[in-house]
């Protein structure tokens, strides 16, 4: 006969009531008392069945957390940090990768419902709010590029990145200064990196010279190398690359290396502080404060779980920029 909540109170010499709160973790059960029914627990080798209790009190205790791909060095290298904030307020995770691809996401979020209390979902570009919603299930998107979902949303401050990256190339005396577009498919709104590279030189008097921004053909997916080859063939005389992505950084550092121009052309990366060190001299960089994203996704994602209804927000972190002597120029935090 399977032992019951009841044989662990009984034995216990506790409430069911008490027992209860102590397994689903609704209230709080003082020292001694815990200490009783963990011991009662093991001497009658009680199964809790924490997905049929879950059903009843909706609570799971578990955060779905959606990634783009395990190979992306920048959400890897927050998810240690996103499961200790999770674990010190009594959540789990369960991770899963979407790869960017609609139906896998859809996919991935029917199977989260009834399972997870919220989801955390990153860098997805794609027009995901419908699927969000029809799950019901709370949801934060932390997205590198794009600040218009529809739903909360943590995320870099993209124009006051771009302006002071493409001020602090323009105080080297670099002029042609040219990047990558880096916002995704289907995205209509204004592009806050091309806006903020227009303030700079705006700012700083100067014309912009669109040819020096690659930007994304929806029809046709060029490679980072041949995306570089046809800035530089109708731009030979750029003196610099501003990166908004690791993966950007690497890509842009590895085409110069490949072709001898490291010592022509200036790169300033992104989140690569890892890196950054490799090159000499060290390269300069803008750098997310991983903290404060972890922080801040995982408290408008309790705030959205106890309270469904809420006004959507968008939070922008803190960023630094770094020199090549490991110098801060700047930081912001709003």
């Not at 973790?25 to 963990?38: Q, R």
């Amino acid at each position: 006969m399977a032992i019951t909540m009841k044989d662990v109170a009984r034995h216990a010499g506790v409430g069911l009531g008490t027992v209860s709160n102590y397994l689903s973790g609704k209230a709080k059960v003082s020292e001694h008392k815990s200490e009783l029914i963990e011991k009662a627990i093991k001497e009658l080798n009680y199964k809790f069945n924490s997905t049929a209790q879950a059903l009843k009190t909706k609570k799971f205790m578990y955060i779905g957390v959606l990634i783009p791909a395990f190979t992306n060095n920048f959400v890897m290298s927050l998810l240690s940090i996103l499961e200790e904030e999770l674990n010190e307020n009594g959540y789990h995770m369960i991770v899963l990768e979407h790869g960017k691809r609609e139906e896998t996401f859809r996919h991935h979020v029917t199977h989260l419902i009834n399972r997870v209390d919220g989801m955390i979902v990153f860098e997805t570009q794609m027009k995901v709010k419908n699927i969000i919603e029809d799950s019901q299930i709370p949801t934060v998107i932390y997205d590198n590029y794009f600040m218009g979902y529809g739903s909360d949303q943590v995320g870099p401050n993209l124009l006051e990145i771009s302006k002071e990256a493409t001020i602090a190339l323009i105080k080297k005396n670099h002029t042609k200064i040219a990047f990558i577009e880096n916002i995704g498919k289907g995205v209509e709104e204004e592009n806050p990196i091309i806006k903020g590279y227009e303030k700079a030189f705006s700012q700083a008097g100067l014309k912009v010279d669109k040819s020096l921004i690659y930007e994304i053909n929806r029809e046709h997916k060029e490679s980072m190398p041949e995306k570089i080859s046809i800035l530089l063939d109708r731009n030979p005389d750029i003196t610099a690359f501003v990166a908004f992505s690791y993966k950007q950084t690497v890509g842009i550092w590895s085409y110069l290396a490949q072709n001898h121009l490291l010592d022509k052309i200036y790169l300033l990366g992104y989140n690569c502080r890892e890196i950054s060190k490799l090159k000499y001299p060290n390269m300069c960089y803008v750098q997310i404060n991983l903290e404060e994203v972890v922080r801040k996704l995982v408290y408008l994602l309790l705030k959205r779980v106890i309270n469904f209804d809420h006004s959507v927000e968008t939070i922008t972190v803190g960023h630094r920029l770094v020199n090549e002597n490991n110098i801060v120029w700047n930081y912001v935090n709003e």
